[in-house]
């Protein structure tokens, strides 16, 4: 992790006045959450899902559902892995720039509810939550555990549309409340935190293009090299438990400098 690059990203932090961050799987990985892709991955080890998850849901929903309930594949480790994860360090510095007034917003890609677990409350996911439960029709979103399932499928208590898991599967739209709130704080944005995001999964991977095409600073906090990694202000090399960290504890000082 270059000293270099830390100071550049905490200047052009603290000189912006609207601050997201773009938040992948990478991220997760730190707190024992397997990726999808590549080595150790679910999809590497179990196999690629079904591409065609949401018409069949669609088409069977009660199929689709007892099938779910029983859970088996990476489903079950999936589930298992997220339960037993905690923030790791990367989750508890963006809870603060949030408490600071640094932060404005979170884009996430994942579905493990590690942001809200560690503080963030200003948090748009994208690929939905693992616990809890949406309407297809009305976009209500309710607590798994809370939400009865003795009738297979479930419907909503709301508007009675059909019920399914919260997370978007394979040929699903992104919900349309979420997709507008991720699309308006990208508007906002005049800097744009990358954040162990492979920049290459739509319609994520356009929000660093829009908000570029604004005029906001990219800054980049991987440790791989990323499709975005030669047109970012600032990039730093190094696992966000450990970047972030250093990144507020600089933001701190120069903010301190000011007053």
Known sequence: MEHEEVEKAARLIVKASYVIA???AGMSVESGIPPFRGP?????????????????FLADPKGWWEARLKREGYGRELVDKISQAK???GHHALA???????LKHIITQNVDNLHQAAGSKKVAEIHGNLYKLRCISCNSRFERDDFPLEE??????QCGGLVKSDGVMFGEPIPPDVLERCQEETAKCDCMLLIGTSAVVYPAAAFPTMAMSQGACLIEINPLETPLSSRCDAVIRGPSGEALPT?????KELRAGQA
Do not use: A, F, Q, S
């Not at 603060?96 to 640094?102: A, I, T």
């Open 87 to 89: 923030p790791n360090p």
């Open 40 to 56: 150790g991955g679910l999809w590497t080890k179990y196999g690629e899902p079904d591409m065609r998850g949401y018409d069949r």
């Open 96 to 102: 603060e720039l949030e408490g600071m007034g640094v």
């Open 22 to 24: 773009l938040v992948g």
């Open 247 to 251: 990144l507020v504890k600089r933001i």
């Open 152 to 157: 297979l499928p479930p419907l909503c208590p």
